[in-house]
Nanobody, 115 residues
């Protein structure tokens, strides 16, 4: 069965960095554009970044451009999100999924930016 397991979140001060990982299994990972999403308290889940099957096309939500970097390793069925210069408003639960959110959502990983 499909599994998406996010990890790497935590508590960080403004300006800090975190690297999130998402280990995927149960489907042909390399055949899908993968994405990171986040959901802040009281808000809708939003798309943060996406990366095409081979990594050649990458897009970011405007608020994270220049600060976040998405990457993938198809040999490890893993997608990453490097987050630098974190801001208070980046606080959210972060999830990975395909671009269309086709699979069952994982538990996510909590990122809290606080001084």
């Amino acid at each position: 069965q499909v599994q998406l397991v996010e990890s790497g979140g935590g508590l960080v001060q403004p300006g800090g960095s975190l690297r999130l990982s998402c280990a995927a299994s149960g489907f042909t990972f390399s055949a899908y554009t993968m994405s990171w999403y986040r959901q802040a308290p009281g808000k809708e889940r939003e798309l943060v970044a996406r990366i095409s099957r081979t990594g050649g096309i990458i897009n970011y939500e405007d608020s994270v451009k220049g600060r976040f970097t998405i990457s993938r390793d198809n040999s490890k069925n893993t997608v990453y999100l490097q987050m630098n210069s974190l801001k208070l408003e980046d606080t959210a639960v972060y999830y990975c999924n395909t671009l269309g959110g086709e699979f069952r959502w994982g538990q996510g990983t909590q990122v809290t930016v606080s001084s």
